[in-house]
């Protein structure tokens, strides 16, 4: 019974020395006197969306603020560009790099909006594919933005209805036509199957399971059928990969070292569960599978490699490139209330979104109609500081000159970064 005794003493106090104290958030003890942030009360409220939240609590009467000092709001999305029951799905999609000056490319619904931030010239691009006939694909549209190494701007197509199935096979990529203004099929060998998978216990077709990350000028693409496949643009080089899971891989991250980690799901859980992890190693076609806490983790959020090597899983903690786990956040069932009382059920947690060149992690939440807070945020792992900048949530890009943006109720704000 001692021994017992003593078991879950050493383990009550391990979690409890993985747990920050309230003073690491407090943004006002640590902030640098170089820059000065207008933060909102209650970061730690925001990151861990606490369950003391109510819907009679004080923190749901906030008014809107939005991003202030060392933000700058830049201009407003002109009219006809949007109306008003658009403004709350404007969104900041990409920062085209390889170009004199920046591009932004924002998300308005499912319609494109490019801004040159030289000229300040809008102008609105159709986000549904052509076929090299010219044909418009209209029960398709692009989305899921990036930009090749060699400066082309290249998106997924995506079904205009979840439940649609094509007639014909589609590419799985459409690339933007400068000439033309319009987004057309890009040809990689890659197609659409028709054919219906079993994702989880929901069915969904082939394409929503596409998994798509860039790294060093090579495209990696998991398709929930067929596995791993990598494609060189310079080259136009396709290549299959030898994978094999136990699960439905349901997340994807690429190390700065070049390996791949999978996320897969066996049976329904919000902890991690051993055998979830595995890291792929794609020169000698092997995989692994990572190590996981003995203690409850929740598995839930965005897995992010930072400069460091260390994996984030959003908002909980992260793997040294040592293999320890860090615990950054409370245990989830401290901040997540698991009992039958729909008013303190909250699954609700900031999206981490990527990290910045000054190495701050940068969160976003929308609430909509769950239990919780909205708006971003930033936290820097050194200092282990936080803001909670705005109420409004929405994505950040960085571009090449170190200079963050955003959108936020059709205004863009840019964030330029301090050179210390």
């Given amino acids: 019974m001692n021994k017992l005794i003593l078991t879950l003493l050493g383990l009550s106090a391990l979690i409890n020395a993985c747990a920050p104290s309230s003073s690491e958030n407090d943004l006002s003890i640590n902030q640098s006197s170089i820059e000065r942030w207008n933060c909102i009360d209650t970061s730690t409220d925001f990151l861990y969306q606490m369950t003391e939240i109510d819907r009679s609590d004080s923190r749901y009467e906030l008014s809107d603020i939005y991003p202030s000092q060392p933000w700058e709001m830049v201009t407003e999305i002109p009219k006809p560009l ?21 591009e932004l490319w924002i998300r308005k619904g499912q319609d494109l909006i490019r801004y040159k931030t030289d000229t300040k010239d809008f102008s609105s ?8 006939n010219g044909k418009a694909y209209e029960d398709a549209y692009v989305a899921g933005l990036f930009e090749t190494i060699g400066g082309s701007i290249v998106g997924i197509n995506y079904p205009l209805e979840n439940d649609a199935v094509w007639e014909n096979e589609l590419p799985l990529f459409s690339i933007y036509n400068e000439i033309d ?3 057309q099929f890009y040809d990689t060998g890659l197609s659409y199957e028709s054919k219906d998978i079993e994702f989880g216990w929901v069915g969904m077709v082939p394409r929503e399971g596409v998994l798509v990350k860039e790294y060093k000028g090579v495209i990696w693409i998991f398709q929930q059928q067929d596995g791993l496949y990598s494609y060189n643009p310079q080259s136009s080089e396709l290549h299959h990969y030898k994978t094999s ?4 891989v ?7 070292d070049g390996l791949i980690l999978f996320s897969q799901e066996r049976e329904g859980s919000w902890e991690l569960e051993p055998g979830e992890l595995v890291q792929y190693e794609p020169v000698s076609q092997t995989s692994r599978e990572l190590s996981v806490p003995f203690f409850h983790w929740p598995d839930y959020g965005t897995l992010l490699y930072t400069y460091s090597g260390d994996l984030w899983i959003g908002i909980h903690g992260y793997l040294s490139e040592d293999d320890d786990w860090v615990l950054k956040s409370p245990n989830r069932f401290v901040y997540t209330n698991l009992g039958l009382d729909s008013e303190r059920f909250n699954w609700s947690h900031p999206e981490l979104i990527f990290q910045s060149s000054n190495g701050y992690l940068w969160y976003s939440n929308s609430r909509w109609d769950s239990l919780g807070v909205s708006g971003a945020a930033w936290y820097d792992p050194e200092s282990e500081t ?8 929405g994505n950040i890009v960085e571009d090449d000159q170190r200079i963050l943006w955003m959108v936020i109720d059709n205004k863009i704000y840019k964030y330029e970064l301090p050179n210390n």
């Fill in 82 to 102: 949007f109306d008003a029951t658009t403004s709350r799905l404007v969104n900041v999609e990409l920062a085209r790099k390889n170009t004199e000056k920046t």
């Fill in 125 to 132: 691009i159709s986000p549904f594919p052509h076929d090299k």
């Fill in 181 to 183: 203004n319009s987004f």
């Fill in 245 to 248: 899971f136990d699960g439905i």
């Fill in 250 to 256: 349901q997340r994807m991250a690429i190390s700065p």
């Fill in 386 to 393: 936080t803001c909670w900048f705005t109420t409004e949530p």
